[in-house]
């Protein structure tokens, strides 16, 4: 099981910032669902998971892409694919 | 009522299709012609619906067109319309060229060099799925955004149906697509741009949620799909709008129009709209010039609640 540290969730909440426009007053954590929480649409997906992409030189196959609806799934799918690739 | 007689049409074309086909070109065209003649005389009512949605799309778009001659033509058009590109199918790519009348291929082609991806910009207007057809047949990398064809050729289906991670499988969209599911399907959008491929794109799909903006088209004020415009501004691909028209002789006249680019900026703030309003002007410029063209727009309303069930009972 990968460890997702507060680090991470820090990096991706900036990510996710950045890319979907979220705006600063509305706070992005650990638990955040993308759509419900923070307002995010299917293209801001699209620029979120782009940037995740270019932060962790990832490829983010479009089949893995539809489980990724929050935080907590985006971190624990990064986590993983992180120290799959250090292995 | 309007559901009844799509049905009709449908069934008709089928009969008669396989005949057609066997036939020149151009007398399968006015065959057809003279088929959506016949509708507005035998059908009760039928001209009057014609000349009523003319009428209504003369004063909306403050055209003065003859109600009776612009309805005539339009009936024409019906089954030529429905037609779509079935009537190509198992024709040689050399039999069907002269059938092309083609209008700023050199558009098309300066954009495809550019390498950063081409989005062609499609609409509803005439003949529309004939553009796909000729670009297949060329041999340009087509892709469709969107929701998936109906009644179209095997060819066209045969070319629709490329996997892989630069193939067609899920570019095909569902209103009832969830955000994730429609995020895989934009992401796999981009990854083709970024490959220099052509992606098709409606820009006069009317949306309600995600990436939409208001505009008005023929008259009226609504939400359209910004997908297009979102996807050029965040890609960088430059986007060509296409058209089509068929005329009475049976040729299709595709016309390219100059490369224009979406700057990224646009993605932010509500920007997407001036975009979303000058394609659609684009269209309804042509639909002043040839409003025997425009069945699809003409009865939107009455084909939407109907298309609807069909897809319910389908």
């Known amino acids: 099981m990968p460890v997702i540290d507060s680090t991470l969730v820090a990096e991706l909440a900036q990510i996710v910032r950045t890319a979907a426009a979220v705006p600063p007053e509305a706070p992005i954590d650990a638990d955040s669902r993308f759509e419900e929480d923070l307002g995010v649409d299917s293209f801001d997906l699209v620029a979120i998971f782009f940037g995740v992409e270019a932060r962790y030189g990832l490829h983010i196959p479009e089949e893995d892409m539809p489980p990724l609806r929050g935080m907590p799934e985006l971190a624990a799918y990064v986590a993983h694919r992180r120290s799959s690739a250090a292995a | 009522m309007w559901q009844r007689w799509m049905i009709v049409h449908k069934i008709c074309l089928k009969t008669v299709l396989p005949i057609l086909r066997v036939m020149p070109h151009r007398l399968a065209n006015y065959l057809l012609g003279v088929m959506g003649r016949l509708d507005l005389i035998v059908i009760p009512n039928q001209t009057r619906l014609y000349e009523a949605a003319v009428a209504d799309g003369a004063r909306r778009l403050g055209c003065d067109w003859n109600v009776h001659k612009v309805s005539r033509s339009l009936g024409r058009q019906t089954y030529r319309w429905r037609t779509r ?164 002789a049976g040729a299709y006249h595709l016309e390219f129009d100059e490369p224009f680019h979406v700057p990224s900026s646009a993605r932010r703030g509500g920007e997407l709209a001036p975009w979303v309003q000058h394609a659609l002007n684009r269209v309804e410029q042509r639909v002043r010039q040839h409003p025997e063209q425009s069945n699809d727009y003409f009865f939107w309303e009455a084909a939407e609640p109907a298309q609807a069930s069909v897809d319910r009972a389908s």
């Not at chain 2, 509803?124 to 087509?142: D, K």
């Not at chain 2, 095909?172 to 990854?191: E, N, P, V, W």
């Not at chain 2, 006069?204 to 008259?219: E, P, S, Y």
Request: one cysteine or more.
């Open chain 2, 85 to 248: 590109d079935l009537l190509l199918d198992g024709r040689s790519d050399h039999r069907i060229a002269p059938w092309f009348q083609v209008a700023g291929r050199d558009h098309l082609d300066a954009a495809i060099a550019q390498g950063r991806g081409v989005i062609l910009l499609a609409n509803h207007f005439g003949a529309h799925v004939l553009i796909s057809h000729w670009m297949f047949r060329q041999g340009y990398p087509l892709r469709w955004f969107g929701e998936k064809p109906r009644n179209v050729s095997s060819y066209l289906t045969r070319q629709l149906q490329t996997d892989g991670p630069l193939g067609q499988s899920r570019l095909f969209l569902s209103r009832r697509a969830g955000m994730t599911d429609a995020a895989s399907s934009i992401a796999q959008a981009a990854r083709i741009l970024n490959a220099g491929m052509v992606v098709k794109i409606a820009c006069d799909v009317r949306w309600a949620t995600g990436k939409v903006a208001d505009a008005t088209f023929l008259g009226r004020r609504e939400s359209f799909a910004a997908s297009w415009a979102y996807l050029a501004a965040m890609s960088g691909a430059a986007v060509v709008p296409a058209f089509c028209h068929l005329d009475d």
